[in-house]
């Protein structure tokens, strides 16, 4: 099956005030397939929200995109002109954004705000935009569809506003969804519900997605394959299940050791500390010769100071950048 | 033991005017009573719009409770004067969300320390960076990074430098609004054993609210679960997990996401 999106190398970097150039990702590659959930995992700084945006050229000013494809339906976007940019952008590639309330105009009814989407990417008469704006909030909103759509987004809560933007994001039918954080404010139970959203999306409407986070947790029983950035490199990518339950990489490792379980407390361990990583994420902007978790890496040999390990791939669809694997 | 805290029956009302002006009263909370014991730590846990952060600003006496009691060393907080919340107040410190939010970016690290000090004009100078200098090498930063700015800090480090704050005037109680959330996870597991480095040394008392029933269970004695401005279950740590009594607690247990190795809570009916 030929995958939908598939990024090959991008290389993304940043100018600094001092007119340095910093890179956040270097050399990454991944595919998706049609209708598949790809969790994209990391910390902050690790690049992933520069991914997201990256993806469709939305990068902000002192953003520079060094190399690398970004295919679309075999179609290169790093080097698309802005008219075929702006015709993918929203209405087949969507993005959804961390904070709904900031992402959501705040005195536009949020009907408007969808049907505005529709108008800016299809010349339709009056009254096809009216029913599909319709037809969108009542996929998402079936208990009510009029009463939100004539809503203020501050008259909304968390998880109304969220299903807004997601209505937003889907208006036109895309074929791939990136949501960036999309749970983030909200509380266990919105979350679970706004992922039971997603997961209908893409039953009812075979959409891909990519789902990106910071929490392991959240793509347990939900993604179909995992993709681990650190400091801007892909460190891990593999089926989700064989991901969780047996990580390869010593940082995977570690962040997934590191969650406190719900179970566990009641029999041992309350109150005995979680384990660590030492040290932070945050990228040092020095140029740097090895492996990027070297420094903190509780494995570590010779070899990662002075080399990059390369990224091997084990039991045909498990990759994974660490030396301790040889393919 | 003799509670620090004893929270009676406390209700905030806010009023809600709608276009015509009429005003309509919302409950934030509705008659919500426990006690804290000291050394120990509290969980409020619930839903968002449940009442936790209400409560927590009660507490703090940044609003007054529209009825009730906050009983706290002898007096009651609910009904004291201005004048008198001034003494309380430094002994019960609150810690928010977003530490980039709730430190000055354009400080640097000892002026942010320093800051409560100074306004209740304890100590002289010297003696004031000398405990800052120390309560800075308590929560993990050291020293030397005294001069930078607070922008200049990981969400980790500023996390660290919030609670240092709190710490400058010894509070008794240190309440945590939703302290982690903002945070990465490897980051949450740091900022976590450090709070419980604190309760052990210093015998601190924690009221720890949040939405994360699994970091609760971590920290927390005891949890209480709040549901539309009202606790609806209190309960050892233990007791939740394995016998939730009421709905919006099985609720809240059912979505905590979990890992594969790390099965969620086996829920007894």
């Known amino acids: 099956m030929a995958s939908v999106l598939e990024v090959q190398n991008l290389q993304v970097s940043y100018w600094s005030h001092q007119r340095r150039s910093r890179p956040v990702l270097s050399g990454v590659s991944f595919d998706l397939m049609p209708g598949e959930i790809l969790g994209v995992l990391g910390e902050s700084g690790s690049g992933k929200s520069t991914l997201a945006a990256s993806v469709l050229r939305l990068l902000p000013p002192n953003g520079h995109i060094g190399g690398g494809a970004v295919l679309f339906e075999g179609k290169n976007l790093m080097q698309a002109n802005f008219g075929e940019l702006r015709q993918i952008r929203g209405a087949r590639v969507a993005l959804i954004f961390q904070e709904p309330s900031l992402a959501l105009h705040p005195t536009i009814r949020v009907g408007e705000q969808v049907r505005q989407v529709l108008a800016a990417h299809q010349q339709s008469r009056k009254l096809y935009l009216k029913e599909r704006t319709r037809e969108v909030f009542s996929q998402l909103f079936p208990q009510g569809p009029d009463r939100i759509m004539r809503s203020y987004p501050h008259q909304l809560s968390g998880g109304q506003r969220q299903r807004a933007l997601i209505a937003q994001a889907i208006a036109c039918n895309p074929t791939v969804l990136i949501a960036d954080e999309p749970t983030a404010a909200l509380d266990p139970v919105t979350q679970m519900e706004i992922l039971g959203v997603f997961r209908e999306l893409r039953e009812k409407l075979g959409l891909a997605l990519i789902l990106i986070t910071h929490n392991p947790a959240l793509l347990n029983g939900f993604a179909d394959r995992i993709l681990v950035l650190y400091a801007g490199q892909v460190i891990e990518w593999g089926p989700a299940e064989t991901l969780l339950r047996s990580p390869k990489h010593p940082y995977t490792k570690a962040l997934l050791e590191l969650l406190p379980e719900v179970s566990a407390a009641t029999e041992r361990n309350r109150r005995s500390s979680l384990p660590v990583i030492p040290g932070n994420s945050s990228p040092s902007s020095l140029p740097r010769k090895g492996c990027a978790f070297e420094p903190r890496c509780s494995v570590r040999m010779d070899a990662c100071k002075e080399l990059e390990p390369p990224l091997v791939t084990l039991g045909k669809t498990h990759l994974v950048s660490c030396f301790k694997y040889k393919e | ?269």
């Not at chain 2, 939010?101 to 409560?116: A, F, H, M, Q």
């Not at chain 2, 200098?133 to 308590?138: D, G, I, T």
């Not at chain 2, 109680?173 to 996870?185: F, K, N, R, V």
């Not at chain 2, 939405?211 to 609760?216: I, K, N, T």
Request: charged share 20%.
């Open chain 2, 1 to 269: 033991m003799e509670p620090i805290l004893k929270v009676e029956n406390l209700v905030k009302r806010y009023a809600k005017r709608n276009l015509v002006g009429a005003s309509q009263d919302f409950l934030a909370l509705d008659g919500v009573s426990f006690t804290l014991t000291p050394g120990t730590t509290l969980a409020i846990v619930g839903e968002s719009g449940s009442g936790k952060s209400t409560l927590a600003s009660c507490i703090a006496c940044l609003e007054p409770p529209s009825s009730g009691n906050l009983w706290f060393e002898g007096r009651n907080l609910a009904q004291s004067a201005e004048r008198d919340l001034r003494d309380i107040r430094p002994k019960i410190q609150l810690i928010f969300p977003d530490p980039a939010s709730s430190l000055n970016p354009r400080w640097n690290i000892l002026d942010i320390v320093v800051e409560p000090l100074s306004l209740q004009l304890r100590f002289s100078r010297k003696e004031r960076d000398l405990r800052a200098f120390v309560l800075l090498e308590r929560v993990g930063l050291s020293a030397d990074m005294a001069g930078r700015s607070a922008a200049e800090l990981s969400g980790g480090q500023r996390q660290r430098l919030a609670i240092a704050r709190a710490l400058t005037l010894d509070p008794k109680i240190l309440i945590l609004d939703e302290a982690l959330s903002a945070l990465d996870c490897s980051v949450q597991a740091q900022i976590a054993n450090l709070l419980l480095e604190l309760q052990s040394a210093q015998g601190m008392t924690f009221l720890f609210i949040t939405h994360d029933l699994a970091m609760a269970a971590h920290l927390a004695d005891e949890i209480a679960v709040m549901s539309q401005g009202r606790i609806v279950e209190h309960a050892p740590s233990k007791k939740i997990l394995r016998s939730p009594a009421h709905d919006a607690t099985r609720q809240l247990l059912a979505a905590v996401p979990h890992l594969p190795h790390k099965p969620g809570p086996a829920i007894q009916p």
